[in-house]
């Protein structure tokens, strides 16, 4: 259970942020970007009067003044006809110093939204406002009804889709009946199932948002997500359980061998996609009192090779070289056994064989083969975000930024390239593309962008800039920081391109 909400909160994309750079992720830098779009608006109605407002099937539950932030806190339940569903959207409202615009949140694992987060962009004057998405917590248990056995496909939706949007047009209607002036800018921002939401947003709803701020994005939820399990299929069939001590050991090593790939040595493998070191180099060295085996280099290789087919056929991509392998070829006990990824558990407890009580010690090689192949049958279709037709979106002049860590260990970077390769083919090329979206990948950080590498700064900035501005990203910075806090190294990454590559 503690490993669970462990991984919950780092797909919440702030937990393994240290509190000092918690608001590079949410805010801007540049307070001179944040002038206000409108001369001295204030409210045109009271607080509570906002619990007077019609929207269709929404019904305003609270509208309470908070005295000590000055905020208008606004409880709106939307439903979804015949549906008994309720997608509970909380927007926060400054009475004084609005700056103009909206600012939408997204949230992580199964959670869609956390509503202290609002904390960030309600201290820069943005109305802002998250969701819950129609399901309290962070359990996937929401999607089955365990009583009569079926899954919750109204919640599924309003998961995957709907309770973001419906998020958006409540929260802009809030908006204009608060100061009686729409938002004159609107930005979503979210990590992981925050960018997948973020995408999400700009492929079915293409004109709620002018920028787009998606951070290492669950694009392929439905192949990644069951795809996370593949090192404990591997471990199940090998009967080869690798200690935690072995994993990290095995990485420190590639890491030292292909660090100085790049030019400089700092713990970062620039290119680890095309890092091609063998763990097999490995074998016979002593970690502790363990030593690692040609069992133990076999395991390690398949992770990082990835998922394949009975008949060793691709399926999805397996971990970066450089990656820190243990959050999901996790270990536990003595003897060993499996420790596997929470959220991928219950993704196939809930959503897949509809059993709260599936074992993943039952996961082999064949059933994860069959498992993944129902996940992305029955669930790409409503909860994927892989359409690479982004022409709607550009037409409504929105500017979108990814940013991916190349040592994410929960959704590898791989994918997000691949998608971005594929937008840049539908969109007209490369440099059509870039007029409206950017990817940036961030070596040797993680899914959380922490780690080796330097973390990037200014990155709302820079959206709100090309929006507002239109001047585009030439580049994002990124910055290393010692435990003091100082700026000891700093890069300017520039976009991906296949052109660069």
Known sequence: MKKFFLFLFISLYAFSVSAQDWPSM????????????????????????LKKINLPNTVIESAVLSAGNNTCRV??????????DRVTVTVALPVKNWNGRFYGMGGGGFMAGI??????????????????????????????????????WQEIRDFAYLGIHDMTVTGKELVKAFYGKPAGYSYFVGGSTGGRQAMMEVQRYPDDYDGVMSYFPAINWSRFLISDLWPQAVMNDENNYVSKAKLEAVTRAVVTAADGDDGTTDRVIDDPVSCTWDPAEFVGTKVGEEVFSEADAD????????????????IWYGL???????????????????APFGISMEWVRYFLVLDPHWDIKSLTWAEFELLFNQSVDQYTDVIGTDDPDLSAFRDSEGKLIII???ADQLVPPQGTVEYFR???????????????????????????????????????DALVRWVEQGKAPEYIRADKKDEAGNVIRTRNLKPYSTVIR
């Open 299 to 314: 395991v390690v290789r398949r992770i990082w090779e990835g998922p394949r087919t009975w008949d060793g056929k691709f």
């Open 75 to 84: 409880i709106a339940v939307v439903n979804h006809p015949p549906s008994k």
């Open 404 to 406: 991916h860590g190349l």
């Open 320 to 338: 970066t070289r450089g990656t820190n392998l243990f959050d999901l070829t996790g270990t536990s006990g003595d003897p060993l056994i499996g």
């Open 26 to 49: 949410f805010k801007l830098n540049d307070e001179d970007l944040l002038k206000p779009v409108y001369k001295e608006v204030t409210p045109v109605c009271s607080c509570e009067d």
């Open 115 to 152: 509503p202290l987060l609002t904390t960030f962009p309600l201290s820069q004057g943005f109305a802002a406002a998250v969701t819950d998405a129609g399901h309290e917590g962070g359990s996937g248990s929401f999607a089955l009804d365990t009583l009569e056995h079926r899954l919750r």
């Open 422 to 460: 594929k937008m840049e083919e539908v969109m007209g090329g490369a440099e059509a593309t870039s007029e409206f979206a950017r990817l940036f990948l961030i070596p040797g950080v993680d899914h959380g962008l922490m780690g080796a590498g330097p973390t990037p700064t200014g990155q709302i």
